[in-house]
C-alpha cells in the first residue's frame, strides 16, 4: 500500500462504515421515537401504503359510530316516550272502564272525566318532550324514517322507524275533544282505547327491536375498529426490544468505528519518520 500524505485509504473506509453505522442508528432511534417500523413511505411504500388505506377506514369507522351513538340515544329517548305512553293509557283504561258504570252520578263522572282529561294532556305532553338533538321520532314532526351511517363507505344504513304517537294520529285514534261524561261516551272511548293500547304496544315495540340492532352493530362497529387498528400495528409497529439490543449494538460500534478513523488518520504521521535526519 502507497504511503501518501494526499490520499489515506484506510481513513476514507473507516469514515464509510462509520457513516453506515451512523444511519442505521439514525434508523433505529427513528423507530424507537415513533413505535413504529415503518413510520414513511420511504421506509416500505407498499406496506405504508397498505396502513394508511386501513387507518382512512378507522376514521371513517369513527363517523359511523358517532352516528350510530346518536341513533341509540334518539332510540332510548323514543322508548321512554313510548313505554310512558303505553302506562299513561293503562291508567286511562281504568278510568273509562270505571265510567261505563250507570250507578255513578255526574259528579262522579265529572271527577273521572277531569283525570282521564288530564291523563289526555299528559300523553300529549310525552309524545311532544320525547326529543333528542332535535330529532323526535313520536310525533309525526320528522319527514321520513331517520337513518344513520352503517358502514365506512356510507353505502349501508341502519333506519329508525317513525312511530306517530299523537292524538289523532294513525297509531292513536284517542282525540282531544274524548270525554267520559255518560257511559255511552265512555263505551266509545273504550273501543278505541283498547285498538290504540295494541297499536301503541307494537310501536313501542318495533322501536326497540331496531334499538337493539342498532347497538349490535355498534359493538361491532367497535370491534372492528379494534381489529383493523390490530392489523394496522401488525404491519407498521417495531419491536421495541429487539430495536432497544440493536440500538445498543450500534452505539458499541460507532465507539469502535470512531477510534478505528483515529487512527487510520494518524497513519500519515509515520512518514514524519521517513525525513527525520
Known amino acids: 500500500m502507497t504511503l501518501s500524505v494526499n490520499t489515506n485509504q484506510p481513513a476514507l473506509i473507516a469514515l464509510q462504515n462509520l457513516n453506515r453505522t451512523n444511519e442505521s442508528m439514525q434508523s433505529t432511534q427513528t423507530r424507537i421515537n415513533t413505535g413504529e417500523s415503518i ?20 376514521s371513517a369507522l369513527g363517523a359511523v359510530k ?22 299513561l293509557l ?27 282529561q288530564g291523563l289526555l294532556k299528559n300523553l300529549g305532553q310525552v309524545v311532544t318532550s320525547a326529543v333528542f338533538d332535535g330529532a323526535n321520532l313520536l310525533d309525526g314532526s320528522q319527514a321520513a324514517d331517520m337513518t344513520f351511517l352503517a358502514d ?22 284517542l282525540q282531544v275533544g274524548d270525554d267520559i261524561l255518560t257511559p255511552a261516551n265512555a263505551t266509545a272511548v273504550l273501543a278505541r282505547l283498547d285498538d290504540t293500547m295494541k ?40 419491536d421495541l426490544a429487539k430495536e432497544s439490543a440493536r440500538l445498543q449494538a450500534l452505539q458499541v460500534k460507532q ?3 470512531a477510534q478505528a478513523l483515529s487512527i487510520a ?11 527525520k535526519g
Not at 283504561?93 to 252520578?105: G, M, N, P, Q
Not at 488518520?265 to 525525513?275: D, E, G, K, R, V
Open 39 to 58: 413510520s414513511t413511505a420511504k421506509d416500505n411504500a407498499a406496506i405504508w401504503s397498505i396502513a394508511q388505506d386501513q387507518r382512512a377506514d378507522m
Open 66 to 87: 358517532m352516528s350510530l351513538d346518536r341513533a341509540t340515544s334518539i332510540a332510548d329517548v323514543a322508548l321512554a316516550g313510548g313505554e310512558s305512553v303505553s302506562d
Open 90 to 116: 293503562k291508567l286511562m283504561r281504568e278510568k273509562v272502564v270505571a265510567a261505563k258504570d250507570t250507578s255513578l252520578s255526574s259528579t262522579s263522572l265529572q271527577s273521572l272525566n277531569a283525570d282521564f
Open 152 to 173: 365506512a363507505d356510507a353505502a349501508q344504513a341502519i333506519t329508525l322507524t317513525l312511530q306517530n304517537l299523537t292524538l289523532g294520529g294513525p297509531i292513536n285514534s
Open 199 to 238: 297499536a301503541v304496544n307494537q310501536a313501542v315495540g318495533n322501536i326497540g327491536t331496531q334499538a337493539k340492532q342498532i347497538e349490535a352493530h355498534n359493538t361491532f362497529v367497535g370491534r372492528l375498529t379494534d381489529v383493523l387498528e390490530t392489523g394496522v400495528g401488525n404491519l407498521v409497529d417495531a
Open 255 to 257: 465507539q469502535l468505528g
Open 265 to 275: 488518520n494518524s497513519a500519515p504521521q509515520i512518514i514524519l519518520s521517513l525525513f
